[in-house]
T-cell receptor, first 117, second 114 residues
């Protein structure tokens, strides 16, 4: 089944304890992205990757790191989490960024609910 | 700058009623794409539909229909004969050709009461 998977789905942690949220897609998509969803703020992009070893900042990258060493994986790393990073995180992927043949439709993972105490 | 506005924060209707979710967008780009996503109580984001800016044909999929009007920069979503399973938060989103992200509206929480 074609899908985007995220792990863990739920995580409660404490301030300063490094954590990684994994994201994997099995659709051979070039483009991957991380968003966070917060009440009243909607979904905002954190980082994105156009292909392997190519990553760039989105709108709210502070406090996050990413890597894209393999096409299928795009982990989100919080080196020193803080309470303001408590949020619902979504990983998304699309075949490409161009609009031809609907290849830029983004498919989302199930979400990771993170609480930082 | 691009912007998507979903003015209806919450809508509550009784089952079997028809309901329309509004979406108004702003962009200076001539080629762009519009999306609707559904977020059920379980939390995942489910892709519903994608429309191209050069295709204003309305679309119907079962009880769902979408009305795209370029003249008013709107891309409204109608659910006919709503069901309890339609209860969710619905997001409208915009993406320009070649842009690297989706711009989301704030979402509309739809509650269908039995």
């Amino acid at each position: 089944e074609a899908q985007v998977t995220q792990n863990p789905r739920y995580l409660i942690t404490v301030t300063g304890k490094k954590l990684t949220v994994t994201c994997s897609q099995n659709m051979n998509h070039e483009y991957m992205s991380w968003y966070r969803q917060d009440p009243g703020l909607g979904l905002r992009q954190i980082y994105y990757s156009m292909n392997v070893e190519v990553t760039d900042k989105g709108d709210v990258p502070e406090g996050y790191k990413v890597s894209r060493k393999e096409k299928r994986n795009f982990p989100l790393i919080l080196e020193s989490p803080s309470p303001n990073q408590t949020s619902l995180y979504f990983c998304a992927s699309s075949l490409s960024l161009t609009g031809g043949l609907n290849t830029d439709t983004q498919y989302f993972g199930p979400g990771t609910r993170l609480t930082v105490l | 700058a691009q912007k998507v506005t979903q003015a209806q924060t919450e809508i509550s209707v009784v089952e079997k009623e028809d309901v329309t979710l509004d979406c108004v967008y702003e962009t200076r780009d001539t080629t762009y794409y519009l999306f609707w996503y559904k977020q059920p109580p379980s939390g995942e984001l489910v892709f519903l539909i994608r429309r191209n800016s050069f295709d204003e044909q309305n679309e119907i999929s079962g009880r769902y229909s979408w009305n795209f009007q370029k003249s008013t920069s709107s891309f409204n979503f109608t659910i006919t004969a709503s069901q309890v399973v339609d209860s969710a938060v619905y997001f409208c989103a915009l993406k320009s050709q070649g842009a690297q992200k989706l711009v989301f509206g704030q979402g509309t929480r739809l509650t269908i009461n039995p």
